[in-house]
C-alpha cells in the first residue's frame, strides 16, 4: 500500500497537499503493469508540485526508496500511469533472491544468453566495459541540431539502488540478443506457459480506457508513451510493455509489443510477422519526436523486409 496515500490536490498558496487515505494492498501483477497508483513525479503535476514543497528534486537519491516513496495518484488496480513499478518489482526480486537485482539478472537471464560480458547495472565497475561507454549527446533546448556533449549527464540521478524500470547497461548485440531469444520463447528463459503470459494484455477494460487517455493527456505524454503509434490503433500493457491491439499498415501486425529508454532506444517485438528490432543512440532529449519518426522507419524497412522474404 502507499506510504502516503493518494495525493488528490495542492493548495498553491498553503504550499501544502491533500491527501486521500488509501489501504489498498499492491500486488506484484499490479507494479508490471503501472496500475498501482504509482507516477513517476516528473510526469504529474501534483507530485512536482509536493516535491518542491518539501524543498525535494523530482527522482533524486540514492535508492528506491528516495526516489519513488512518493504519494499515489490513484487508487491501486483503478488506473493507469506510468511510473516505478519496475523499480518496486526490482526490490521484490532481490527479496526473494537474496541477490541483487545485478547477480540475479546474470544468473537466471544474461550467462545463460551468453551475454554477462556486454551487460550490467554497474558497467563502470567492469574492467570490460568502462572503456566502451557511449557518452551522451544533447540538441539545444527546441531539440535542434547539432547536439553538443553532454556526458556529464548522469542518467540514474544519483542511484546506489539496481533501478529495475530502466537502469541496466549493455551493447546493442547483447540487447538483440535477450530480444530475439524472447521472440523464438527461448527456454533458457523462461517456460512456455510464462512466455504467453509475458505478452498477455493484463489491464481490464477500466485500466485499458485510462492507458489510452494517458497517452492523450499532453504532448509530453503523448511524447514518451506513443512510439508514433496512431491514436487510432488500441492500445493495451503487458509485462513486456505496450500492446497495439491492431496492426499498422506496412509497420507492424497486431499484438505487436513496444518500448523505448530515455536516450532515445527503441525495441519492438512483432511475433505475428515474426521479427524482433532495436535501435540505439544516445541522445537527449528523451524521446524526442523526430528521433522517434527514424525508429518508425526502421520498423517499416524491417517489416517490408520480413514481408518479401515471406513471398520469396
Not at 541540431?145 to 547483447?174: E, L, N, Q, R
Not at 530475439?180 to 485500466?207: G, I
Not at 504532448?219 to 493495451?236: D, E
Not at 507492424?252 to 515474426?274: H, K, L, P, Q, S
Amino acid at each position: 500500500m502507499g506510504k502516503y496515500g493518494v495525493i488528490t490536490s495542492f493548495d498553491d498558496d498553503k504550499s501544502s497537499a491533500t491527501f486521500a487515505p488509501d489501504s489498498t494492498h499492491i500486488t506484484l501483477r499490479m507494479l508490471l503493469s503501472h496500475t498501482s497508483g504509482h507516477e513517476y513525479d516528473w510526469l504529474n503535476i501534483l507530485l512536482g508540485k509536493w516535491r518542491a514543497s518539501r524543498n525535494e528534486e523530482p527522482w533524486t537519491g540514492p535508492t528506491i526508496e528516495h526516489k519513488s516513496a512518493i504519494p499515489l495518484v490513484f487508487t491501486p488496480g483503478t488506473g493507469f500511469a506510468y511510473g516505478s513499478g519496475h523499480d518496486w518489482a526490482g526490490k521484490l526480486v532481490e527479496k526473494a533472491s537474496g541477490l541483487s537485482l545485478d547477480e540475479f539478472m546474470r544468473i537466471r537471464i544474461w550467462k545463460p544468453l551468453g551475454i554477462e560480458s556486454d551487460i550490467t547495472f554497474w558497467p563502470s565497475t567492469k574492467d570490460n566495459m568502462k572503456g566502451r561507454m557511449a557518452d551522451m549527446s544533447r540538441l539545444d533546448q527546441n531539440g535542434n541540431p547539432p547536439a553538443v556533449d553532454a556526458s556529464g549527464y548522469d542518467i540514474m540521478f544519483g542511484a546506489t539502488d539496481c533501478i529495475g524500470g530502466g537502469g541496466v547497461y549493455c551493447s546493442t548485440k547483447a540487447y538483440y540478443t535477450f530480444l530475439s531469444a524472447v521472440l523464438r520463447r527461448d527456454p533458457k528463459l523462461l517456460t512456455s506457459q510464462s512466455h504467453d503470459e509475458l505478452f498477455r494484455p493484463q489491464l481490464n477494460k477500466e485500466c485499458e480506457q485510462a492507458l489510452n487517455d494517458y497517452i492523450a493527456l499532453s504532448p509530453a505524454h503523448t511524447n514518451f508513451l506513443g512510439q508514433r503509434i496512431p491514436a487510432s490503433v488500441r492500445k493495451t500493457w503487458s509485462f513486456a510493455g505496450l500492446i497495439a491491439k491492431e496492426g499498422q499498415e506496412g509497420r507492424f501486425e497486431r499484438g505487436t509489443a513496444f518500448w523505448a529508454g530515455v536516450a532515445n532506444t527503441v525495441w519492438f517485438i512483432d511475433r505475428e510477422a515474426g521479427i524482433c528490432g532495436t535501435a540505439f543512440c544516445q541522445l537527449l532529449p528523451p524521446l524526442h519526436p523526430p528521433v522517434i519518426a527514424l525508429h518508425e522507419e526502421f520498423q517499416r524497412g524491417v517489416f517490408e523486409k520480413a514481408k518479401e522474404a515471406r513471398v520469396d
